[in-house]
């Protein structure tokens, strides 16, 4: 990812955006699925991040590494646009009469209970954090991402990216084992959220850093 791919992608060279998309494609996808917990949401926010990153070429700085940053900068203001709408459409939602509820009697809906189960809570101990704070944790935790990486996504200072990790980290101890931990397997499974290994982080892991 040298400055002159940088100009191929700045110009809009759609041979450089299909090695964009194929090199890190996937870890977009895990980005957006866990802000999102969703998996279809985070299959569009994928989609749309690309075509955003291809909206926004021309802002992409011409000299750098990685444009890794740059596209979950990109994916993280999607998936927060699309909570927006999915929350308006809610309430719109709400507004009209429920429907008659029809029983789902798909048999492959059961083997994937158990993962919805446990993106549920650990969807809900992220729900106790800061939006803010839990950008910052899927940056630096899930994605990967040092902490000038994360700074250069989201816009803001070195320093609040720390303060924000700090902080997220000390809500999520507080939390887990109060709504996680009853979720989680017992020690020694290697079950785990959809995505990379380092998706689902026991709180005994936590602990240990």
């Known amino acids: 990812m040298d400055d002159e791919f940088r100009a191929r992608i700045r110009a809009g060279d759609e041979g450089a955006f299909a090695v964009l998309f194929r090199k890190h494609g996937r870890v977009v996808y895990n980005h957006c699925l866990r802000l999102s917990g969703d998996w279809s949401v985070a299959e569009d926010c994928t989609s749309l991040t ?18 890794l940053p740059w596209l979950l900068g990109i994916a ?3 998936v927060r ?5 999915a929350w308006r459409h809610h309430r719109l939602m709400q507004k009209l009469p429920a429907p008659e509820l029809v029983p789902d009697l798909a ?6 209970l158990e993962d919805q189960e446990r993106i549920a809570a650990v969807k809900q101990v992220l729900a106790g954090l800061r939006r803010a704070d839990r950008d910052v944790l899927a940056l630096c935790v899930w994605a990967g991402l040092d902490y000038a990486a994360a700074a250069a996504a989201l816009g803001v200072p070195v ?3 720390r303060s924000r990790l700090s902080r997220a980290r000390r809500r999520l101890d507080e939390r887990a084992e109060k709504i996680l931990a009853p979720n989680m397997e017992p020690a020694g499974s290697d079950r785990q959220l959809p995505g990379d290994r380092t998706a689902a982080v026991r709180p005994t892991e936590r602990r240990s850093r």
């Open 107 to 112: 048999d492959e809906m059961v083997e994937r």
């Open 76 to 78: 993280t203001n999607v």
């Open 81 to 85: 646009q699309r909570r927006r709408a």
């Open 159 to 161: 320093g609040t990216v």
């Open 50 to 67: 690309f075509l955003e990153a291809w909206r926004l070429r021309g802002r992409a700085d011409p000299h750098g590494g990685s444009l």
